[in-house]
């Protein structure tokens, strides 16, 4: 157990419906990043946080992708008109401690299939 | 996309045999880092390499930080079937909070 929960596990959708993702990283550090993975690739950066402020976002993040962080603690991904493209292992990752970003732990995803 | 080329692709061995996988990139990193990864988890970081030329034991892996800093490899000796997994390396430069990662290497091993 790494520390960092993810919620749900596993998502079912019928494309064009909207989903919302929920990450709790270790809670005493500011720093808190997105992935997304496909089958047979390694995850690729999607966005990060600071406390609440989104640093950095992905190209891959178009415009149905948002990402929030309130009061700089759990943050959530929300995914507008699903695409079946937008199926992957959606992976949330956290610093281990309050030094240093250069080690991430993650969670264990969220599944995500659109039908 | 991805910047880092790992190799293999995939090993199938047998259990006792070592194992050994690299990753190489053509852009200097400042930190490495190697983590397995099962069906249906997250990756697990298992080593973090933080100088060029850095060799670092966890157990019965063991890695290193290239001196070029273009490149990583990691070592497990006398393998068992429990590590059997997709193996990631993965790069960080310290102006970027991100991590970039390589498309796996998939260890197989048989009892």
């Not at chain 1, 993702?21 to 966005?47: A, K």
């Not at chain 1, 992905?58 to 943050?75: I, M, Q």
Request: charged share 20%; aromatic share 10%; net charge neutral.
């Amino acid at each position: 157990d790494t520390g960092v929960s993810q919620d749900p596990r596993h998502k079912i959708t019928k494309r064009g419906q909207n989903v919302t993702f929920r990450c709790d990283p270790i809670s005493e550090h500011n720093r808190l990043y997105w992935y997304r993975q496909t089958l047979g690739q390694g995850p690729e950066f999607l966005t990060y946080f600071q406390n609440e402020a989104q640093l950095e976002k992905s190209r891959l993040l178009s415009d149905r992708f948002s990402a929030e962080r309130p009061k700089g603690s759990f943050s959530t991904l929300e995914i507008q008109r699903t695409e079946q493209g937008d199926s992957a292992m959606y992976l949330c990752a956290s610093p281990p401690g309050t030094s240093g970003y250069n080690e991430q732990f993650f969670g264990p995803g969220t599944r995500l299939t659109v039908l | 996309g991805q910047q880092l080329n790992q190799s293999p692709q995939s090993m199938f061995i047998q259990e006792g045999e070592d194992v050994s996988m690299n990753c190489t990139s053509s852009s200097i990193f400042n930190t490495w880092l190697w983590y397995k990864q099962e069906p249906g988890e997250g990756p697990v970081l298992l080593i973090a390499l933080y100088k060029a030329g850095e060799l670092t034991s966890n157990g019965r892996l063991t890695a290193q930080f290239g001196i070029t800093r273009k490149d990583s490899f990691l070592n497990i000796s006398a393998s068992i079937p429990s590590d059997v997994g997709i193996y990631f390396c993965a790069g960080h430069r310290s102006n970027t909070g991100k991590l970039i990662f390589g498309q796996g290497t998939t260890l197989q091993v048989k009892p």
